[in-house]
Structures are given as structure tokens and as C-alpha cells.
């Protein structure tokens, strides 16, 4: 069983709909980071059961991320080819 991490509500609820609809077992929670005060801007962690590669295939897709994810910068956008005038 992994936990799944969100930045926003919003992103984390279309999985859990997503789930529940194919038969998993959810539990959504708000979670503090060390030091954190502010309750309005905390992550979110969802725990999944069974947790498995269909789960895993989702999570990119809903905005999530597991510990131990690479975390890859966006993509650059493209630079201008020819000189500024």
C-alpha cells in the first residue's frame, strides 16, 4: 500500500471518483508539512486499496505523485531561432 500526493482537492477527488467507479478502496486526508501553520494550504494524500499497476497508470494522469517519483521540471518552451530586433 503507497500513498499518492496531491497539491490541490480538486485533483486528488477526480482519482478517488475514478477509483471508487472501478472498485478500489479510497482514504483522502489533508496532510501538514513540518512547520506548516497554514490548514488552507496543505498537500493531500491518498492511500489506495489494492494498490496496483492500474492505480499507478492513473496517477500521472490525475496530477498525482508517489515518494520517490522523479519530479522532471515542465519542458522548456521552444527559444526563438533568430535574433531579437
Keep these: 500500500?503507497?500513498?499518492i500526493h496531491?497539491?490541490?482537492s480538486e485533483d486528488a477527488t477526480e482519482l478517488v471518483k475514478a477509483l471508487e467507479a472501478e472498485g478500489y478502496r479510497t482514504d483522502l486526508r489533508p496532510e501538514g508539512f513540518a512547520g506548516e501553520d497554514d490548514s488552507e494550504d496543505r498537500a493531500w494524500v491518498l492511500v489506495v486499496e489494492p494498490f496496483d499497476d492500474r492505480v499507478v497508470e492513473m496517477v500521472d494522469v490525475y496530477g498525482g505523485w508517489m515518494p520517490g517519483d522523479e519530479q522532471l521540471p515542465p519542458e522548456a518552451p521552444d527559444l526563438?531561432?533568430?535574433p531579437l530586433r
Excluded: H, I, L, R
Design 80 to 82: 526563438p531561432t533568430e
Design 1 to 3: 500500500m503507497s500513498a
Design 6 to 8: 496531491f497539491d490541490t
